[in-house]
């Protein structure tokens, strides 16, 4: 099986470990002539008119407005940063702040795989100021890369949630599969996704999946295939695709947590995929979950 | 391929999920008369003298000396708990306190699962007492499943860190692997093992395993296929394990970070698996750096 790079999965940056051991070498690429950055605003990012990225100098742009600037790694010799501007006001360069989620879909692969990279790392930081064992506030050292606590001196790591999410099919070679919609605001309309959760403390990924299939739709799954994985930066997940075959079909679900879930046939689901399914709707191309339902509707992989 | 239950992965506990949502059903399981805890002390765990894990009633458990009690989940209608106790005097049914670690060997594979789970849970709430969003004080809800800040009330979930553990192979079909050691109190000696290292924010498990074995070893990687997990509840890992193919056999490896890395012969992996080569030792079989291992020796696996 060819490996599936996914949206927000194709980083071509080389982080540059050991460029960060030294602040004046992070200083000297921040200001090199070829270095370029990002420009984010309240998470959002720069962009032009056109929706392609804005690309700035960050020494240029750095001003009374500027926040974080992080070091996000080197690619060809050029060293890329993402900066924060805190002003409403774009700065030169700018049109518009726009939201990563839905611009990904007007982006290269490996954009999307540096935009996931600047968000996420923006985001933790601006949720973590303090120092979780002490109290006492924290401070980005290199190059944004860890935080530090100014009291105990603990490093601080940036923080990145195993999520299990899984195809589930009625039996092995099996014509359906199981998909369901969570309560809240999607609980109205067809769309359906794959089930998923995040992994527990002292879980391995196969019990984990095991797990959120019984405990939103009352299913016990056998074995379980790992497919692919995928970064999902909001806020900062490790989205870890599997396919699983059910022993039984009959179906309880949480309501609490779930609207419904419920056994498709493969025909439904290749026209959802289609988008030519009036009574089912499911995830794009950017999502993990509908790669997940295409490999087995396609036959891809043989369960 | 048949599912591999690696060490501290084999917990048969039900999470109960639904049961967390009222503080009273808690308190109802934590009163049972078929309720069993776990009492740990400075993360050891409470033992008999022939090392089983001693299971103690947690009402009559119940003293000034408790810290912390968590409701890990239920198994079989008995609910199980894990509880601080805080003086160096264990209660009346404990013979001394184990180190995790090394009594795992002496546990069912079960049984080690509900370790992980406890001791993990128990570290996570001892290391973050404050709301890293604004340095207040938190406190556990749900049984110990999360915390929240007593100031601006947010939901603070246990941290679990992907990391990426990989062998490396010399080619498709090849004969050598890629094993290192770590500078640091391994570094003298004979021990290699797998390489490994976090999976970053916005990274796919495939290019984490690329970049720590370019990082580390200065060796490109092809192919990656993913073999299998494992909870490491020091402090709360999820070992996510893989096997690579090199596009090249030159080493370059990170002396900042790595003592040395090295191709070895199968035969000679083969033979510090069975703990009969005097120039190589490799992690037991606790470890799933030891089954990554064994599973390509033995021919298990096709790469």
Redesign the interface.
């Known amino acids: 099986m060819n ?1 599936l ?2 949206t ?2 194709g ?1 071509p940056l ?2 540059g ?2 460029l960060r ?1 030294e602040e004046a070498t992070i200083e000297r690429l921040r200001t090199a002539a070829s270095a370029r950055c990002l420009v984010f605003h309240k998470l959002r990012v720069g962009v032009h008119a056109d929706h392609n990225l804005s690309w700035l100098s960050p020494i240029e742009t750095a001003a009374e407005q500027t926040g974080l600037t992080l070091f996000l790694g080197e690619h060809d010799g050029v060293p890329h940063f993402a900066l924060e501007w805190l002003d409403e006001v774009a700065p030169p360069g700018i049109d518009e702040f726009a939201d990563c989620r839905l611009l990904a879909a007007h982006l290269t692969t490996p954009e999307t ?2 935009l ?6 923006l985001d ?1 930081h601006r ?11 924290s401070h980005p050292e290199r190059g944004g890369q860890i935080r530090r606590c100014d009291a105990c001196e603990k490093h ?7 999520v299990a999410i899984m195809l589930i099919v009625d039996e092995a070679g099996g014509e359906h599969c199981l998909l369901g919609k969570s309560q809240g605001r999607m609980a109205r309309g067809n769309f359906y996704s794959c089930l998923a959760g ?10 984990a999946v095991r ?1 959120e299939v ?2 939103e739709a009352g299913i016990r799954v056998g ?2 295939f ?1 497919h ?4 999902w ?1 909001f806020p ?1 997940q ?1 989205m ?1 695709g599997c396919h699983g075959i059910a022993t039984h079909k009959d179906i309880n679900f ?1 309501s ?1 947590e779930m609207a419904d879930v419920r056994w498709f046939h493969r025909d439904e689901a290749a026209a959802a995929l289609r988008q030519e399914n009036n009574s089912l709707n499911v995830p794009g191309q950017m999502a993990i979950a509908h790669h997940l339902i295409r490999t087995w509707v396609e036959g891809e992989i043989q369960l």
Chains 1, 2 share one sequence.
């Open positions: 490996e790079v996914h927000y999965g980083n080389d982080r470990e050991p051991r795989g540096i996931a990279q600047a968000r996420a790392q933790w949720r973590n100021p303090f120092c979780a064992q002490c109290g006492a506030e601080i790591f940036p923080r990145t949630d195993p995040f992994i527990d403390q002292g879980e391995s990924l196969e019990a797990r019984w405990e074995p379980v790992y692919s994985s995928q970064p930066p900062s490790l870890i949480d609490a």
